[in-house]
């Protein structure tokens, strides 16, 4: 399975982004799948997950800020970041949950500034 996320970048406090992860070679078509982040000096965290039937679920500091959401026709898992705040700066990656792949893949870089 490969795992490729995109669309990280820097922006400034209260900007937006998108974060999109296709996912490749899973023959799992109903798998629960979650982004996750990974702060420097901290443990990869998971940010959210989104069921097959759409069912979604959030950590609370991110609740009301990013909105997770899958095309499973396209085997396509996004993240939708607003009101983004400078402790949000991680490298994120997508990865099923709660059962990971192995392969990871690289992650985007997301930096916000203050």
């Known amino acids: 399975v490969q795992l490729q996320a995109s669309g990280g970048g820097l922006v400034q406090a209260g900007e937006s982004l998108r974060l999109t992860c296709v996912v490749s070679g899973s023959t799992d078509s109903v798998a629960t799948m979650g982004w996750y982040r990974r702060i420097p000096g901290n443990q990869r965290e998971r940010v959210a997950y989104i069921t097959i039937n759409g069912y979604t679920d959030y950590i609370d500091s991110v609740k009301g800020r990013f909105t997770i959401s899958r095309d499973n026709a396209k085997n396509t898992v996004d993240l939708q970041m607003d009101s983004l705040k400078p402790e949000d700066t991680a490298v994120y990656y997508c990865?099923?949950?709660?059962?990971?792949?192995?392969?990871w893949g690289q992650g985007t870089q997301v930096t916000v500034s203050s």
């Open positions: 990865n099923r949950y709660p059962i990971n792949y192995t392969n």
